[in-house]
């Protein structure tokens, strides 16, 4: 993955705007009444495919492999876990849309992150293998 400001603000911003809309989508969509199990596969689909239309934009600006896992990585986490949060919200008080999008945005950071990590665990394990 890139370490220069360009890219890496690039990949924030792509993976916080997938994040943000995948939670937005997932949450209007999903309520208490939900199967939970049914909920996540289902938010898992629909985060791919909210994710997508932000990939490829973005791809051809910060680079597609660099931007295309993460922001499709996020949209599949944030649909699992916004999906869940919301078919555990009580009927008094369901997931709101701005609660949906706070966790999205969380979801997309945190996916990043963990990216950036396993991405210099495996550049760590390959030097060995070349040197």
């Known amino acids: 993955m890139e370490t220069r400001p360009y890219f890496v603000l690039g990949d924030l911003f792509a993976n916080s ?4 809309l ?18 996540m596969f289902v938010g898992m689909a629909l985060g791919m495919v909210v994710s997508l239309p932000v990939a490829l934009p973005l ?10 896992i993460p922001v499709m990585t996020t949209g599949m986490v944030t649909g699992m876990v916004v999906s869940m949060s919301a078919t555990m919200a009580t009927m008094a008080e369901p997931l709101s849309l701005g609660r949906g999008a706070a966790l999205g945005l969380y979801c997309g950071l945190g996916t990043l992150a963990a990216c950036y990590v396993a991405n210099l665990w495996i550049r760590g394990r390959t030097s060995r293998w070349t040197a």
Do not use: K, Q, R, T
């Open 17 to 20: 705007l997938a994040g943000v």
């Open 22 to 39: 995948v939670g937005l989508a997932v949450a209007a969509l999903f309520g208490p009444g939900w199967n939970m199990i049914l909920a």
């Open 59 to 68: 791809g051809a600006l910060f680079g597609a492999m660099e931007v295309m």
